[in-house]
């Protein structure tokens, strides 16, 4: 192995001192438990609704699963890499798995963050443009998003592999990414990591607007709704009540998953922008 790992300097060959595969592994086994339970409960709901699915309820699913197949996919190798005490980089020699490892980090990474991005459009077009999301956003059209998400996001993240940006190994040496280190770079590693940096940025800017935008216009849906409460009541059938009242009451559900899914996705982004 190290014959074969010549090419390698001898620092960067074996896993630093200090780190354990525990901490990796409790990570994998808390998301991948989060994942099924996930699941698992849009399923039941899926299940027990009498309505047809909505967009949210697609998207949230493509999340869901992109993100369990992301864990099931990365997680091995780190494993792996403990298990021999070998960097990825030496796991073969031409640092092969290294790259392929730095593309899924940073194509899950990125393909979760739109999908989140499309919920929150989802959420704020239903809540503040309901015309036009009865006119123009459609389950076939919604169907359509996480398929256009996946293929721009392959595309973007496996240009380091086609010479515009770089992947490089992190320390301990168990995980590789995109070249963030805007020193000794080339203009198009530079480029690249200022590109997908940018891009999470823009992303969680326009998820913190919509939310707060949808925020505000639930509240004013409230408010007209408790002072026309008395009035509905009289007026209308019991079963057209709980109909009007059900609909605010789903966006509020729809609005704290996407708000809990922001801060997760915000804490693990923000250092890469």
Known sequence: ???????????????????SVTSSALLFSAGVLGNLIALVILFKHKLHSKQRLSVFYILVTWLVVTDFFGKCLISPVVFASYAVNRTLLCLPADGSLCEFFGVCMAFFGLVSMLILLAMALECWLSIGQPYFYQQHVTKRKGLLVPPAIHIFCLLFCCSPLWGFGKIR????????????????????????????????????CIIIV????????????????NRRKSNRS??????????????????????????LMTVVFIICSVPLT
């Not at 010549?6 to 620092?11: E, F, L």
């Not at 919509?210 to 709704?225: D, E, G, I």
């Not at 966006?251 to 708000?259: F, G, I, K, T």
């Open 169 to 204: 190994q992190y320390s301990p040496g168990t995980w590789c990414f995109i070249e963030m280190n805007q020193t000794n770079t080339g203009k198009g590693t530079q480029g690249y990591s200022v590109l997908y940096a940018t891009l999470n940025a823009v992303s969680i």
């Open 1 to 19: 192995m190290e014959q074969n790992c010549s090419n390698v300097p001898a620092q960067d060959r074996t896993i630093k001192k200090g780190y």
């Open 210 to 225: 919509c939310n707060v935008t949808v925020m505000k216009n639930l509240f004013r849906m409230y408010k007209r709704q």
């Open 234 to 259: 009289t007026s209308l059938p019991n079963a057209r009540v709980e109909a009007v009242q059900e609909a605010p009451a789903e966006e509020v559900d729809h609005l704290c998953l996407l708000a």
